[in-house]
């Protein structure tokens, strides 16, 4: 630890780091918290995690709120609220839960650390230092370290960005986002051998990971390495055909290869998506400043489905409903982004709750029919057209989805 407390001291961080330390040091320990041991109530909490791995914000802030009045003066269902309103860019909900964690275990794992990231997100980097200084004094952890090293990397402090992803490393030889890290920061320092030899290392963790491909697709062009480039860079623009750096990349190394023609056109296609990444690094930056806006939200997932990145914009629009949850136009946009990715399942719930606020929205009822006409269940079908009829006896797409399903024809 002194190893650390010599780099932030240096580089500007040292009274934030004793501050932080300090304060945790004086602040008198209340008894050991009750441990959560309810089998419902660990139930509750399991659940609430699931579901904000799963994005639904709501669903796990309601269980995790469950869990905490079964459980009052436990950590857990605190700990996982902050953790909830930090997914969801409630940074203040979620420093008054972590900071209630502290009062209750000022050593619980992770309460630290993900300050940390909520200051990060703030550009508060001096503080975010001083938090994950403390996260690594209840143990040894490869996260602190690795944010420890983007933040001295933002910060223009090579040496020390180093040291903090060695550390990192040296925790956990299997940490890939370290191994990349460290190798974007060789890259941008030029040691473009370094890096790859690195990238190589998290290869031979994650062989299948696509931004480990671009990586070592990335640093064989810039090493002259044209051939062996190649399929790397096709493989990623493959897997995300939204992802500009590659495109470009894959089209410089198609022209020096000498096909021209192939160059071209995925250079012309790298040109659109550097428009589309344009409209989406906008709305980013105005998340940054009004997170709590469900339509920043809501504008960026557009912004997100214009460019094809679809999981993407499915998890904006859940927090733009986390905001707003009876908003009519999210929930349709959100149903018509699961059509798009085939998962039926998912569109038809999310079209009846909609149609349970407002059962009078005909497009909805036709939309609804086609999704159960694809996924082999006519008569459901059948009775979602003609409940967009009842609502508007004139529209002509129930009509006619009705007619082929009479038919015998496909909707």
Known sequence: MMRLTQHIAWSGGGTVLLAVVLLAAGCARDPEPPVLTDPATRRLVALANRALEEGEFARALALADSAARRAPGTVEPLFLKGMIHSRTLQLDEAEQAYRRVIELDPDFPGVWNNLGNNAVWRGAYQEALGYYARELEIAPDPKPWSSIGRIYQELGVVDSAAYAFEQAIALDSSYVSAYLSYARLLEEEGAYERALALVEQAAAHEPESIEVQ?????????????????????????????????????????????????????????????????????????????????????????????????????????????????????????????????????????YHRILDQDPTMVEVWVNLGILYALSREPEAARQAWMQALAQDPTNEKARRYLARLEAGGDS
């Not at 399929?231 to 000498?258: C, F």
């Open 214 to 350: 671009y990586m070592q697709g990335a640093l064989l062009e810039r090493l002259g390495r044209e051939a062996e480039a190649l399929p790397y860079l096709e493989a990623v623009t493959r897997a995300w055909p939204w992802h500009t750096e590659s495109h470009y990349k894959l089209g410089q190394v198609l022209q020096r290869l000498g096909r021209e023609e192939e160059s071209r056109a995925v250079l012309t296609r790298a040109e659109e998506l550097w428009k589309r990444q344009a409209d989406i690094t906008t709305y980013q930056k105005g998340l940054t400043t009004d997170p709590g806006n469900p339509y920043a939200h809501a504008a960026l997932a557009t912004a997100y489905r214009m460019a094809g990145r679809y999981d993407e914009a499915i998890r904006s629009y859940k927090l733009a409903l986390t905001l707003e949850p009876d908003n009519l136009e999210f929930q349709n946009n959100l149903a018509s982004l699961y059509f798009l990715k085939r998962d039926t399942v998912a569109a038809i719930r999310t």
